[in-house]
């Protein structure tokens, strides 16, 4: 491909792709396709010769798209949406047209240096205090991660850097029984080992008992064990749940615990001043991550991941060797330095693209309207005999399930509400996800896709209510 054909195909992609945005509420939300389906129609060898770029986008259109779950539909309300743009997929496009590695101030200025003030940006808009200092990590889950990481070299002042895990040495870590699943990766990749995380009851709104926490931290003393982390969320990924950030925090400074918040998917409402008494206790918090990749219009991957002592985090990641050093290291900052990856992408100018572009009034204004549109359903939901809302709602996801007043036997409750899923699932025209509660089988619907309005919340509440009713004729 030369130049001149890269013009051309670029501007046939651009088209497809406002095509795609505007026409994506069309497609099957889930593609029909049996597992192997789409394997079976790529050859099984590379092309030894070069193909053309119409062969290669033919392909694209009628082998991958049908093949695609369609997360920019409105009608996807699944998982928390990994939400995006026009200005964040434009910027994405600069991105892999500089294709710069970004991972030392050198290896391009411009990018450490927009990433340095879209993370005081960020900051500043969702309220954390100074001295919090961010930096932009892949994912919630590295982010924890390396706030584990941070934790355990405090705790053990660099040893395990050093010489390894100390013999006959116990560490603890602490999160609620309702914590996203990647925390206890975190743990055993950290080293910890998963029978050390201790996972604190919850409440009936599905946030963490302080008492709890600090019996198991006292408990963990006794034992001759050291506590080295607590990590509280704020938006669980079941409910949504808000851990009380106020009390774990007191906690942690009273036993000196690293306290990281992790707040993949509600950190984004902190944009809000209304949503602030969430974060109320932050500034307890060693370290604190949210995605806007998740619910702030920046496509995957984009996790901002805030750290109150920078020497702490830097000291646990740096390394030095000859060829890595350049004459400015004493003056800026070498986001390699800040986590695990050597190299790293440019993601602050999607942030850019995207905070300029809606301003910080338009972001709040859809965060508000996503929480608004889910207000609504909460009621109606709440007013329908033949449903049960599942939990609290303070953002935009509502568990729910069906439950018609003549069940009351669990099983068969679970039951219904898997075969209402599945079908809902079929259909194509609509995408939601399940957890559970209590041991109860409990239906997801987030509402935070970029596009949604109130019709397709109302047509995935007939749809809901329609398949429902067909299931218990
Ligand atoms: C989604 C989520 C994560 C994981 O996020 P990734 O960026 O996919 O690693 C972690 N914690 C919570 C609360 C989440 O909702």
Request: charged fraction near 25%.
């Amino acid at each position: 491909m030369d130049n001149n054909k890269f013009r051309e195909h670029a501007h046939q992609l651009v088209d497809w792709m406002a095509d795609y945005f505007e026409e994506v509420e069309d497609y099957p939300v889930k593609p029909d396709v049996q597992p192997g389906e789409i394997l079976k129609q790529l050859p099984d060898e590379a092309p030894v010769q070069g193909e053309s770029f119409e062969a290669m986008f033919q392909d694209f259109k009628h082998t991958i798209i049908p093949g695609m779950t369609h997360w920019e539909s409105p009608n996807f309300m699944g998982y928390f949406p990994a939400n995006k743009s026009y200005p964040s997929v434009l910027a994405e496009m600069l991105t892999a047209t500089l294709g710069a590695q970004c991972m030392s101030w050198l290896t391009s200025p411009a990018a450490t240096e927009l990433e340095e003030q879209m993370m005081e940006w960020l900051r500043k808009a969702i309220g954390l205090p100074e001295p919090f200092t961010g930096v932009i990590q892949s994912t919630a889950s590295t982010s924890t991660l390396c706030a584990l990481l941070m934790a355990r070299e405090q705790i053990t002042d660099f040893e395990v850097n050093e010489t390894g895990f100390p013999k006959d040495e116990t560490f603890t870590i602490y999160c609620s029984s309702e914590t996203h699943s990647s925390i206890e990766k975190d743990v055993k990749i950290a080293g910890f080992g998963r029978q050390n995380l201790r996972k604190i009851p919850v409440n009936n709104k599905y946030a963490m008992k302080p008492k709890a926490l600090e019996e198991a931290i006292r408990e963990d003393l006794e034992n001759g064990c050291k506590p080295a982390a607590v990590v509280a969320t704020i938006g669980t990924t079941g409910s949504t749940a808000i851990d009380p950030l106020k009390e774990i925090g007191q906690i942690c400074s009273r036993y000196d615990v690293f306290l990281h918040v992790d707040a993949a998917y509600a950190g984004t409402a902190l944009l809000l001043p209304e949503m602030r008494w969430m974060n109320e206790g932050i500034e307890h918090a060693d370290s604190f991550v949210f995605n806007p990749h998740k619910w702030m219009f920046t496509n995957f991957d984009c996790s901002a991941f805030y750290v109150q002592d920078e020497a702490l985090l830097v000291r646990t990641f740096e390394i030095m060797p000859e060829y890595l050093k350049t004459p400015e290291d004493q003056r800026v900052k070498n986001y390699r330095d800040w986590g695990i990856p050597l190299g790293r992408r440019f993601r602050a100018l999607k942030l850019w693209f995207v905070i300029r572009s809606f301003g910080l009034d338009g972001l709040r204004k859809k965060i508000r309207h996503h929480i608004s549109l889910s207000k609504s359903l909460t009621e109606e939901i709440e007013q329908n005999d033949d449903f049960e809302l599942m939990a609290p709602v303070p953002l935009n996801a509502i568990c729910f399930r069906f439950h018609p007043l003549y069940i009351d036997d669990e099983k068969k409750l679970n039951e219904l509400n898997e075969k209402l899923l599945n079908q809902i699932q079929e259909s194509g025209k609509l995408f939601l996800t399940h957890t559970k509660l209590d041991g109860k089988y409990t239906i997801r619907i987030v509402m935070g896709n970029t596009n949604l309005e109130k019709q397709h919340v109302d047509n995935a509440w007939k749809l809901i209510r329609k398949i429902a009713e067909s299931l218990i004729s």
